[in-house]
């Protein structure tokens, strides 16, 4: 059964915050392997368990998409709302249920998240999604850092050791003593008789005292120490930080320090001639679980109907408010899937004439979440489902109703004048156009 941790929006901030990226020559390790195997442009990469986006935006240059997936909306949140590259998107997925179609994928790749999954169902989804040639690449580094600062190396890591042990009993027994031989399974596992094994590779670099210790507290074991004693272990990692300090000679947190890591890598890869040679579409992909879920989740006031049921990328949407000034009216609206989805939001218009100062006479609508960006931070993410797009449009009749930022500027300063002729016209509106 796969493990699901940092989910926690504090957590996520911190692992934002302090997690490195993958150096970037195992990065090219991966694509020149990759590009022995597939010739001309790579089309797709899917980063699963991305967390807030450190490694996926790597693969940005190298794809003419990056879609990089998790299980935890707070880390993808973070991941969208950082400055990106425009090919890169997030999705929230489980890595055993990938929302992409067969053949799909240029790259697989997972950067220090496979130990959680689900081994067995995450590389059938892997090679589900995998084209002929393409590559899965699993990396990984371990807790076991150490530090160099000038005479005091061999006292910072005494202390660093100690602090190690110290966590080391929190371990989640789910990946075992060692995360190498996690790893080692998995590549055992895999069937392809193309596929590589790396050993660790020395990664360098050079962080704040307080980056080491921040990093450090992201990983599973000292969450697993703060959830069973938060006290003892913060009180663990400031005494931590104050001995490394005092070795160090230094009064400040943000003295740096050089950190040394192993970076295991294990790396997969498949070749096969199986001549499959569509591509995804993933808005459709999406669209076959978030369609199941707005039916079952319809407001009582609304109504979903497909012209076409082979594209569900195209629906109407009929609400008919239960209370407030549009009581007994009938609305149409027409909403439009684009194939970028979910990277750009849904494109809605409503069909019948209104009398309504967030939505035109011609059809336009000003709701937030219909936009790529907005002021208010309410703006479309992908974290987003066509559900939520639904509640929206129904909510413009009730609690969205928002006379302060009109579209429809003659309709909101109507209410503003004369608030029962303006209910009068509404109704008016109604039996001429929403019957």
């Given at each position: 059964?796969a493990?699901?941790?940092?989910?926690?929006?504090e957590?996520?901030e911190?692992y934002?915050?302090?997690?490195?990226?993958p150096p970037?020559?195992l990065?090219?390790?991966?694509l020149?392997f990759?590009?022995?195997?597939?010739?001309g442009?790579?089309?797709?990469?899917v980063?699963?368990?991305c967390?807030?986006?450190?490694?996926?935006?790597?693969?940005?240059?190298?794809?003419?998409?990056?879609v990089?997936?998790?299980?935890?909306?707070a880390?993808l949140?973070i991941?969208s709302?950082?400055?990106?590259a425009?090919?890169?998107?997030?999705r929230?997925s489980p890595?055993?249920?990938?929302p992409f179609?067969?053949?799909?994928?240029?790259?697989?790749?997972?950067?220090?998240a496979a130990?959680?999954f689900e081994?067995?169902?995450?590389?059938?989804?892997?090679?589900?999604i995998?084209?002929?040639g393409?590559?899965?690449?699993l990396?990984?580094y371990t807790?076991?850092?150490e530090?160099?600062y000038?005479?005091?190396?061999s006292?910072?890591?005494?202390?660093?050791q100690?602090?190690?042990?110290t966590?080391?009993?929190?371990?989640?027994?789910y990946?075992?003593s060692?995360?190498?031989?996690v790893?080692k399974?998995?590549?055992?596992s895999?069937?392809?008789?193309?596929?590589?094994?790396?050993?660790?590779?020395?990664?360098?670099?050079?962080?704040p005292?307080?980056g080491?210790?921040?990093?450090?507290?992201t990983f599973?074991t000292?969450?697993?120490?703060?959830?069973?004693?938060?006290?003892?272990a913060?009180?663990l990692?400031?005494t931590t930080?104050?001995r490394l300090?005092?070795a160090?000679?230094?009064?400040?947190?943000?003295?740096?320090?050089?950190?040394?890591s192993d970076?295991?890598s294990?790396?997969?890869?498949?070749?096969?001639?199986?001549d499959?040679?569509?591509?995804v579409s993933?808005?459709?992909?999406?669209?076959?679980?978030?369609v199941?879920?707005?039916e079952a989740?319809l407001?009582?006031?609304?109504?979903?109907?497909?012209?076409?049921e082979n594209?569900?990328y195209?629906?109407?949407?009929?609400?008919s408010p239960d209370e407030?000034?549009?009581l007994?009216?009938k609305?149409?609206f027409?909403i439009?899937?684009p194939?970028?989805?979910?990277?750009v939001?849904p494109?809605?218009?409503c069909?019948t004439?209104?009398w309504?100062?967030n939505?035109a006479?011609t059809?336009e609508?000003?709701?937030?979440l219909?936009r790529?960006?907005?002021i208010d931070?309410?703006?479309?993410a992908?974290?987003?489902t066509?559900?939520d797009?639904?509640?929206?449009?129904?909510?413009?009749?009730?609690?969205?109703l928002?006379?302060?930022?009109?579209?429809?500027?003659?309709?909101a300063e109507h209410?503003?004048?004369?608030k029962?002729?303006?209910?009068n016209?509404?109704?008016?509106?109604?039996?001429?156009?929403?019957?």
């Amino acid at each position: 059964m796969a493990q699901r941790h940092f989910e926690g929006k504090e957590h996520a901030e911190s692992y934002q915050r302090y997690r490195v990226s993958p150096p970037q020559e195992l990065i090219d390790e991966v694509l020149n392997f990759l590009r022995k195997r597939i010739q001309g442009y790579l089309d797709l990469a899917v980063d699963v368990g991305c967390g807030s986006g450190q490694g996926t935006e790597l693969l940005a240059p190298h794809f003419l998409t990056v879609v990089g997936t998790d299980v935890s909306r707070a880390q993808l949140e973070i991941a969208s709302a950082k400055d990106h590259a425009p090919n890169v998107c997030y999705r929230e997925s489980p890595a055993e249920e990938l929302p992409f179609e067969d053949t799909a994928a240029d790259l697989v790749t997972s950067m220090s998240a496979a130990h959680w999954f689900e081994h067995p169902r995450f590389l059938r989804e892997a090679d589900r999604i995998l084209r002929p040639g393409g590559c899965l690449a699993l990396l990984s580094y371990t807790m076991d850092f150490e530090l160099e600062y000038g005479e005091s190396t061999s006292k910072l890591n005494e202390i660093c050791q100690e602090f190690y042990a110290t966590l080391h009993p929190f371990r989640k027994a789910y990946i075992g003593s060692s995360s190498q031989e996690v790893y080692k399974k998995i590549y055992d596992s895999v069937s392809y008789d193309d596929k590589e094994w790396h050993e660790c590779k020395n990664v360098r670099m050079i962080m704040p005292l307080s980056g080491f210790i921040g990093l450090v507290e992201t990983f599973s074991t000292y969450q697993g120490f703060l959830e069973k004693d938060p006290i003892e272990a913060k009180r663990l990692s400031q005494t931590t930080t104050d001995r490394l300090l005092e070795a160090m000679g230094a009064s400040s947190t943000d003295t740096e320090v050089t950190v040394f890591s192993d970076s295991d890598s294990g790396r997969c890869v498949r070749v096969c001639s199986n001549d499959a040679s569509h591509r995804v579409s993933v808005r459709d992909r999406l669209l076959i679980k978030e369609v199941a879920e707005l039916e079952a989740n319809l407001p009582n006031t609304c109504k979903v109907t497909f012209p076409d049921e082979n594209k569900l990328y195209h629906f109407q949407l009929a609400i008919s408010p239960d209370e407030g000034y549009y009581l007994g009216g009938k609305f149409q609206f027409e909403i439009e899937v684009p194939e970028a989805y979910n990277m750009v939001p849904p494109r809605a218009k409503c069909l019948t004439r209104i009398w309504h100062p967030n939505i035109a006479e011609t059809g336009e609508i000003c709701l937030s979440l219909l936009r790529d960006h907005s002021i208010d931070g309410t703006g479309w993410a992908p974290t987003r489902t066509l559900k939520d797009v639904v509640w929206g449009l129904n909510s413009l009749f009730t609690d969205l109703l928002n006379f302060d930022d009109p579209l429809n500027i003659d309709a909101a300063e109507h209410h503003l004048r004369d608030k029962e002729d303006f209910r009068n016209k509404v109704q008016d509106f109604i039996k001429n156009y929403a019957r």
